[in-house]
């Protein structure tokens, strides 16, 4: 039984919100909370300093912080970790610590490269097109040169991690696997749809595996981990609500729902109670 819901952003997050660079995008988790607040879960955000440029293992630390503070020193509550994007990750890799392991009763990747990531690939590869991708990147204020988790997400360094590390630990360990069509992708975030097909373009004529099945950002085969819930139709950004259609929003609802059944159905409950203001 998890007693709380503990939420980890991905890139581009600073303190609790969502940035494009040097655009601000509003709270990162604005509208997955309202849904959990309307469930009557009690849930919480884990801070992310330097708009995402900061390593797992700094991630990992701030999450630690966050889960001993909110479990209690007394009463000892065990967290539904949930990650979205490399948020998912680094919930999976705080497991390997025995203290956040005990506090934790599950772990969600949402949209997560657990098994790495092409763009990183594709940001570190060093050739021409990848030079171009870092210019288009730069323009917006995302220095890849900054992001110190790139080496850490490519397909390289994650397949090491899922071969060399102890996945005992990720005995519940789910995730939700999300991706739409092109044109989907489009008419949800024309932005996300836009730079989908650039980099589509750029990594396909380099030769390198790319993805008819994706989210926009991370493929749906990279999602897949543990316990798999199921398939959502979202992309990267509406996963967590990030979306122009008014639509998406209402999708978005009825996938929070299904989660929280599914999870019940393979015997993780999260406790439902109006949250304490003076926690």
């Known amino acids: 039984v998890a007693d709380y819901v503990l939420l980890i952003p991905g890139v581009g997050a600073g303190s609790k919100e969502l940035f494009l660079g040097y655009i601000p995008l509003g709270e990162y988790f604005s509208e997955i909370q309202k849904n959990l607040d309307s469930l009557q879960i009690e849930n919480y955000v884990v801070s992310a300093d ?83 991708g870092e ?38 360990v789910f995730s939700l696997v999300s991706y ?33 099945h994706s989210d926009g950002v991370v493929a749906a085969y990279s999602q897949a981990w543990g316990y798999c819930l199921g398939v959502a139709n979202a992309n990267h950004g509406s996963i967590i609500g990030k979306a122009v259609l008014f639509g998406e929003k209402n999708r978005l609802q009825i996938i929070i729902q299904e989660i929280f059944e599914r999870l019940s159905f393979r015997g993780l409950r999260v406790e439902r109670r109006q949250q304490n203001p003076n926690f």
């Open 50 to 132: 330097s708009q995402g440029n900061s390593s797992i293992a700094e991630r990992v630390l701030q999450l630690k912080k966050a889960i001993l503070l909110h479990s209690g020193k007394t009463f000892r509550k065990k967290a539904l970790i949930i990650g979205h994007s490399m948020g998912g990750v680094v919930a999976r890799v705080a497991q390997q610590d025995p203290e956040i392991h005990a506090l934790t009763a599950g772990v969600l990747t949402l949209n997560s490269p657990n098994r790495g990531a092409e763009f990183s690939d594709f940001a570190l590869g060093g050739s021409n097109t990848s030079k171009i």
């Open 135 to 172: 210019i288009l990147a730069k323009v917006f204020g995302f220095d890849i040169t900054e992001k110190k988790y790139l080496e850490e997400i490519s397909t390289r360094a994650m397949a090491e991690y899922n071969k060399n590390s102890d996945l005992s630990v990720e005995d519940s």
């Open 180 to 212: 739409q069509d092109r044109k989907d992708i489009f008419k949800s975030d024309p932005f996300l749809g836009l730079a989908h097909e650039v980099l589509s373009h750029l990594i396909v004529n380099e030769d390198a595996p790319w993805y008819e």
